[in-house]
């Protein structure tokens, strides 16, 4: 993730060159739309993260066109989001996407189902609050390909994670929401509802 804000910075140099723009951006919107099909379709976790990474870094190209602070502050958003993803992933160690119901920790399920319904875009979570942001700045801008890009990203974004809630949910989450992890596992899932669920909100007061 860190990789991407040094690439994503170096985009606005090749707009001195309206083909490499067009290029670019155009292989951003590709990447946003190709990103969730091959995420569903993914068997494995590690796939479907590095496709999910896909789908962001388009996300990231097309919101430097309108302005590097946006993608820096969408890129630390990101970040801090895929910390607790991966973590919580690796803790279970999780494998394949099917075993996810299994596998997942549950005293981590309450975590995961927060950055899941943050990544699908629901309100008032993290993701969706940053994507409204760029939606505001497309429609001022007057950038309807970026429009529908976002929109249609979004939308193929929530039936995918809505598929992988439907799996982490197959087994245990009534008994997910009693504390049974050590000290420092319960402040991490806490941490985690309390970032995608209230950042959001804050994130938009802020901006």
């Known amino acids: 993730a860190g990789q991407k804000v040094f690439v994503v910075a170096c985009v606005p140099m090749f707009s001195d060159v309206p083909a ?72 279970g160690n999780c494998k394949l996407m099917k075993d996810l119901g299994s596998e997942l920790p549950l005293y981590y399920k309450t975590g995961f189902l927060s950055i899941a319904l943050s990544f699908s875009g629901f309100p008032p979570f993290l993701d969706f609050c940053t994507k409204f942001v760029v939606i505001q700045v497309a429609m001022e801008a007057r950038a309807s390909i970026a429009i529908f890009a976002v929109l249609a990203s979004s939308l193929m974004n929530l039936i995918v994670w809505i598929w992988v809630t439907s799996l982490a949910a197959s087994s245990g989450m009534r008994e997910a929401f009693t504390p049974s992890g050590s000290l420092g596992q319960n402040v991490l899932n806490i941490s985690c509802v309390i970032w995608n669920l209230f950042m959001g909100m804050g994130f938009s007061m802020l901006y």
């Open 20 to 91: 490499c723009a067009y290029i670019f951006y155009g292989m951003a919107i590709g990447s946003m739309l190709y990103g969730p099909v091959a995420m569903f379709n993914a068997i494995t976790v590690k796939s479907f993260l590095a496709y999910s990474s896909v789908n962001h870094t388009g996300f990231l190209v097309v919101s430097s066109g309108f302005g590097l602070h946006l993608v820096y502050l969408y890129s630390f958003i990101y970040c801090v989001s895929m910390f607790f993803l991966t973590f919580i992933l690796w803790s």
